[in-house]
């Protein structure tokens, strides 16, 4: 099975987790306030869809530079304990109808991204410019989820 395979299914496999959200919850997100500014809300599927699959072909690259190395390992649990927080993101803030929860996710997310990308610059360049997509939206959503505490305290 080629490298790209196994890591699209295991990111496959984990953003299922995203289906851990319950239709109370979605009714509860629905009626919060947003920034004025966030007119884009009806595009961040496809936003996420690529910040994934960049992220994917970051890893794939990362892999192929040196298969099977504990260092390249690492790095792997590094991108798949990436995915599990950005995926987390959703269900854990519409479960616990808190976006204070949403925020330190985002956050944790952000550190992440920037550690990963720092360390696999050393190793490709390019495997880095592959998660600039992240890098980029990731504190938008970031900083979205915390203003909109501002907007509605009774959901932090």
């Given at each position: 099975m080629q490298p790209w395979m196994m890591i699209g299914g295991v990111m496959f496999l984990v953003s299922f987790g995203a289906f851990l959200i319950r239709p109370r919850d979605?009714?509860?997100?629905?009626?919060?306030?947003?920034?004025?500014?966030?007119?884009?809300?009806?595009?961040?599927?496809?936003?996420?869809?690529?910040?994934?699959?960049?992220?994917?072909?970051?890893?794939?690259?990362?892999?192929?530079?040196?298969?099977?190395?504990?260092?390249?390992?690492?790095?792997?649990?590094?991108?798949?304990?990436?995915?599990?927080?950005?995926?987390?993101?959703?269900?854990?803030?519409?479960?616990?109808?808190?976006?204070?929860?949403?925020?330190?996710?985002?956050?944790?997310?952000?550190?992440?991204g920037i550690v990963l990308a720092l360390t696999v610059w050393s190793i490709s360049p390019w495997a880095t410019l592959l998660l600039l997509p992240y890098l980029a939206w990731s504190p938008i959503g970031t900083l979205t989820t915390r203003q909109m505490i501002d907007l509605n305290p009774e959901a932090k």
């Amino acid at each position: 099975m080629q490298p790209w395979m196994m890591i699209g299914g295991v990111m496959f496999l984990v953003s299922f987790g995203a289906f851990l959200i319950r239709p109370r919850d979605i009714k509860w997100e629905m009626k919060l306030d947003r920034p004025r500014w966030l007119v884009f809300e009806p595009a961040i599927p496809l936003i996420w869809t690529i910040v994934f699959v960049t992220g994917a072909a970051s890893a794939t690259t990362v892999w192929n530079h040196a298969p099977g190395t504990a260092t390249t390992w690492i790095l792997m649990a590094v991108y798949l304990l990436l995915e599990i927080v950005t995926v987390a993101y959703i269900p854990a803030t519409l479960r616990t109808h808190s976006l204070a929860v949403g925020t330190t996710l985002g956050a944790i997310g952000v550190a992440i991204g920037i550690v990963l990308a720092l360390t696999v610059w050393s190793i490709s360049p390019w495997a880095t410019l592959l998660l600039l997509p992240y890098l980029a939206w990731s504190p938008i959503g970031t900083l979205t989820t915390r203003q909109m505490i501002d907007l509605n305290p009774e959901a932090k």
